[in-house]
């Protein structure tokens, strides 16, 4: 069983549409993560929710809105898509809010914009 | 930012042993030096991790200087998929994100 599932795993869209990413962890873990890896391969955290509750925002546009039903999944749901979207992004699950504990990342979605 | 500096890139053989460096001379007491990992096309693996003293798992060794400015994970084996991106990263006590460098491309080569 994948402890961390993201769908879909490749994302083509056009400029100035909606779409969302979802984000599943069958670990039960308290915390998730939404992480962003540019085109120079710099990953940084863009989320975090503990317990369906917004913890980090790392100042990401109001176009990017997370959502969490419930501790298992963290969905990413992102408004008027520009170019600049694109990456690949990762979502990623630790045991509890103190990063010292191993966080499990999903295998990606590479989100193209055109 | 991130506050750890790592060689760009490094090859090694395979079945030899890979040392990868991490200089971290910012480091304070309460700090962790963690590793992780991240295959083409894959998402970041956890590795180790450790505060002062050295530290061995399944995957790998962490060897931790004395004065904790530094640190190199021990890869005791190296196959070729240990080809990865390798990440060393300080994480404060009680900190809630993982704040990613550059890290280091490890080749291995047949």
Request: net charge neutral.
């Given at each position: 069983?994948?402890a961390?599932?993201q769908?879909?795993?490749?994302?083509?869209t056009?400029?100035g549409?909606d779409?969302s990413?979802?984000?599943?962890q069958?670990?039960?873990?308290?915390?998730?993560?939404?992480?962003?890896?540019d085109?120079?391969?710099?990953?940084k955290?863009?989320f975090s929710?503990?317990?369906?509750?917004l913890?980090?925002?790392?100042t990401?546009p109001?176009r990017?809105?997370?959502?969490?039903?419930d501790?298992?999944h963290?969905?990413?749901?992102i408004?008027?898509l520009?170019?600049?979207d694109s990456a690949?992004?990762?979502?990623?699950?630790s045991?509890s809010l103190?990063v010292?504990t191993?966080?499990?990342?999903?295998?990606?979605?590479?989100?193209?914009?055109? | 930012?991130?506050?750890t500096?790592?060689?760009t890139?490094?090859d090694?053989?395979?079945?030899?042993a890979?040392?990868?460096?991490?200089?971290?001379?910012?480091?304070s007491?309460n700090?962790?030096?963690?590793w992780?990992r991240?295959?083409?096309?894959?998402?970041?693996q956890?590795?180790?991790?450790?505060l002062?003293n050295?530290e061995?798992?399944e995957m790998?060794?962490l060897i931790?200087?004395?004065?904790?400015?530094s640190?190199?994970?021990?890869l005791p084996?190296?196959t070729?998929r240990?080809?990865?991106v390798y990440?060393?990263i300080e994480?404060?006590?009680?900190?809630?994100?993982?704040v990613?460098?550059?890290?280091t491309?490890l080749?291995i080569?047949?």
């Amino acid at each position: 069983d994948t402890a961390v599932s993201q769908t879909p795993k490749y994302l083509v869209t056009q400029m100035g549409n909606d779409k969302s990413i979802k984000c599943e962890q069958n670990l039960g873990h308290d915390t998730m993560y939404w992480y962003k890896q540019d085109s120079k391969k710099f990953l940084k955290i863009m989320f975090s929710y503990n317990n369906k509750e917004l913890i980090i925002n790392e100042t990401v546009p109001n176009r990017f809105s997370p959502k969490s039903p419930d501790k298992a999944h963290l969905n990413l749901h992102i408004n008027s898509l520009e170019l600049g979207d694109s990456a690949v992004y990762f979502c990623a699950s630790s045991q509890s809010l103190v990063v010292g504990t191993e966080a499990f990342f999903g295998q990606g979605t590479r989100l193209t914009v055109v | 930012d991130a506050k750890t500096t790592q060689p760009t890139s490094m090859d090694c053989a395979e079945g030899r042993a890979a040392n990868l460096p991490c200089n971290h001379s910012t480091i304070s007491g309460n700090e962790y030096v963690y590793w992780y990992r991240q295959i083409h096309s894959q998402g970041p693996q956890y590795i180790i991790h450790g505060l002062k003293n050295n530290e061995t798992n399944e995957m790998a060794s962490l060897i931790i200087t004395e004065d904790r400015k530094s640190s190199t994970l021990i890869l005791p084996h190296a196959t070729l998929r240990d080809t990865a991106v390798y990440y060393c990263i300080e994480i404060i006590q009680g900190a809630q994100k993982l704040v990613f460098g550059q890290g280091t491309r490890l080749t291995i080569n047949p």
